[in-house]
């Protein structure tokens, strides 16, 4: 149950919280580029809009201007007309152009819509004459033909400065409005005055928002004003439900390789933990039957003696030198077995390895002259301290050399090397012999594995047994036909009061 556990809170850990956390940092992302997107199309509509009017009124400006130039008040009704109806004609965005006189009576003007017509109490005529410039009127009119306008008026001077005439046009804000349908057809927007009151809106069908955005006319202190659209909620539907499968298969993903690596570490741990029962089980059996089994041995072992004392015979005298091997080489492999059941059973003191590799220099110089092999040892100028058992550590040394050894049948090379750095100390034994196969190197430190017709299989597993109860690590590495190193690293005393 607790593995189930684990798995479903890492399941929640990898895949559900990221998935969700990336989920609503998706849809804030898809509703926010979704909310600029729409203010961005509202905007270029807005400014579209914008600069027709403000293009429109700078036209109408300039044509006011020209026309005020143009007009002469000696001029005949008929002239005036002919020129008015000319500019008319050039433009069908105005509803017609009109000169009054300075007190707001028609004189003469491009249609009959406003004859005999007196504007003098409209606002912007009055604002004319107030102000003496160009006002545009706040108000949208509607003529009798149907058609909605908003009045411009310009004054015309005499030579003493004075209002002689006002000069008026009427901007077809109907026909602005069919263009603004054309251009933007599903849209929604307003022109408001400098009061902020209505002039004319434009409503379509479509749906939109209660967010507007306003951008001001140039030529004058009106604005239009658009609605944004309503929100699109199957885009940021879609880009959410893209982002949660993205999200699902990287996260599955992670899991399946975070699970792979789980089991492979479970299964490394479960493989060391039946090591350890093993070896665990081996020195119970060890420690219930070593004296059992020595007592026997010391017996014989006294019997043999004293029957090669009576039996001189040299034929009699080999078997009795086999049978002695025999018993010498069982009380080893007990040995061993004790030591693999409890490898710390003897006390544990500060010893200095440079001092121990010396003590066994001259019996493996002695061994490598024997096997014709060249040594050699290097040691530092400072004795280096560990925590450990002397006898152990001799125990590991000679065992590994032992082996290197067997290895260099046809002679090589032996080197020991001691040295120390930071908080580790390494022994590093290297030799030239036949080395050791990839498929091999993988078992060495299993409990009775060996390639020796002789061997036990316990030789390399004490030795691991004997390190690690002091503390340190055993790696070995080898390469067929080029020879192996064996590295030890143990936990270095600065001092030996350092305990």
């Known amino acids: 149950m607790t593995n189930k556990y684990q798995n479903i809170a890492i399941y929640c850990l990898i895949v559900l919280l990221p998935t969700l956390i990336g989920v609503l940092y998706s849809l804030y992302q898809s509703a926010d580029e979704e909310y600029h997107n729409r203010q961005e199309d509202t905007y270029w509509i807005a400014s579209v809009h914008q600069k027709s009017w403000d293009q429109f009124i700078s036209e109408t400006f300039t044509m006011l201007e020209i026309l005020s130039v143009s007009i002469r008040t000696d001029q005949s009704a008929d002239q005036l007309e002919n020129l008015l109806q000319e500019a008319h004609r050039m433009d069908p965005r105005y509803g017609g152009i009109y000169l009054l006189n300075k007190n707001g009576t028609i004189i003469t003007g491009s249609n009959s819509y406003l004859e005999n017509a007196d504007l003098s109490e409209t606002e912007y005529i009055k604002e004319i004459t107030k102000t003496k410039d160009i006002i545009i009127s706040n108000k949208e009119e509607k003529l009798i033909n149907g058609q909605k ?3 411009v008026g310009k004054p015309i001077f005499s030579e003493n400065g004075e209002i002689d005439a006002i000069l008026i046009a009427h901007l077809r804000s109907d026909y602005m409005e069919n263009i603004m349908k054309v251009l933007t057809p599903n849209t929604s927007l307003a022109l408001l005055n400098a009061e902020e009151e209505l002039i004319f809106d434009i409503q379509s069908k479509k749906e939109f928002s209660q967010e507007k955005l306003s951008v001001p006319l140039e030529s004058l202190p009106w604005e239009l004003e658009v609605k944004m659209p309503s929100k699109d909620t199957d885009h940021i539907y879609k880009q959410v439900m893209t982002s949660l499968a993205k999200y699902l298969i990287i996260t599955h993903i992670i899991f399946v390789f975070i699970q792979y690596f789980m089991l492979k570490r479970q299964a490394q741990q479960e493989k060391k933990e039946n090591e350890l029962q093993k070896l665990e089980l081996v020195g119970t059996l060890a420690a219930s039957t070593a004296h059992e089994i020595r ?3 010391t017996g014989i072992k006294g019997l043999v003696q004293l029957l090669s004392e009576k039996y001189t015979n040299s034929t009699d ?16 492999i007990v040995s061993e077995f004790l030591i693999l059941g409890k490898p710390t059973a003897q006390k544990n003191e500060i010893m200095d ?3 121990i590799i010396k003590t066994l220099d001259p019996l493996i110089r002695s061994e490598a002259l024997m096997n014709r092999i060249s040594y050699q040892c290097e040691l530092p100028n400072q004795p280096i301290y560990v925590i450990g058992t002397n006898d152990q550590m001799k125990q ?7 082996n290197a050894f067997e290895s260099m049948e046809a002679g090589g090379s032996l080197t020991i090397k001691l040295s120390a750095k930071n908080s580790k100390c390494q022994i590093k034994i290297i030799d030239t012999g036949m080395g050791i196969s990839e498929q091999a190197i993988k078992k060495i430190f299993q409990p009775f594995y060996t390639s020796k017709d002789m061997g036990t299989g316990l ?10 109860s002091f503390g340190g690590e055993i790696f070995i590495t080898s390469k067929e036909n080029y020879g192996t190193q064996v590295d030890i690293f143990l936990p270095k005393k600065e001092t030996p009061s350092d305990v």
């Open 353 to 355: 390895l440079k001092q």
């Open 295 to 297: 007592n026997p041995l």
């Open 317 to 332: 005298q080999y078997y009795f030198s086999v049978i002695n091997d025999e018993i010498n080489r069982i009380n080893e």
């Open 149 to 151: 306008v908003i009045g």
């Open 396 to 402: 590991v040394i000679l065992n590994i050399t032992k």
């Open 459 to 468: 030789g390399l597993v004490v030795c691991r047994r004997i390190i690690e």
